[in-house]
């Protein structure tokens, strides 16, 4: 069956790194745009980073642009979102998750209609 399982968060002080990862298995990662939400407590759910299936064409949302970077290794089956400069602010649950085939990259982040979705890690930022 299909499964996308997030790792890598945890605990870090503001101004700090983590690199989460999504590994994938039950379908292609090849046809796929990837991407990664996080959702707070009480706020809603919004779309951080997203990968192209094909063209390695990129979307960040404005809050974490210059500061986070997502990544794909697809003989790998694996998704990854290196998070530097981390703030208080970005401290939530994130999650990773598939759509196939979106006309564009940031169709995925923006609309947040995707095809399958991670458990979530968590990651907290604080001192």
């Known amino acids: 069956q299909v499964q996308l399982v997030e790792s890598g968060g945890g605990l870090v002080q503001p101004g700090g790194s983590l690199r989460l990862s999504c590994g994938v298995s039950?379908?292609?990662?090849?046809?796929?745009?990837i991407g990664w939400f996080r959702q707070a407590p009480g706020k809603e759910r919004e779309g951080v980073s997203c990968?192209?299936?094909?063209?390695?064409?990129?979307y960040h949302t404005d809050s974490v642009k210059g500061r986070f970077t997502i990544s794909r290794d697809n003989a790998k089956n694996t998704v990854f979102l290196q998070m530097n400069k981390l703030k208080p602010e970005d401290t939530a649950v994130y999650y990773c998750?598939?759509?196939?085939?979106?006309?564009?990259?940031?169709?995925?982040?923006?609309?947040?209609?995707?095809?399958?979705w991670g458990q979530g890690t968590q990651v907290t930022v604080s001192s």
């Open positions: 998750a598939a759509m196939s085939f979106p006309l564009l990259v940031q169709t995925l982040c923006v609309s947040g209609r995707a095809d399958y």
């Open positions: 990968i192209s299936a094909s063209d390695g064409s990129t």
């Open positions: 039950g379908f292609t990662l090849d046809y796929y745009a």
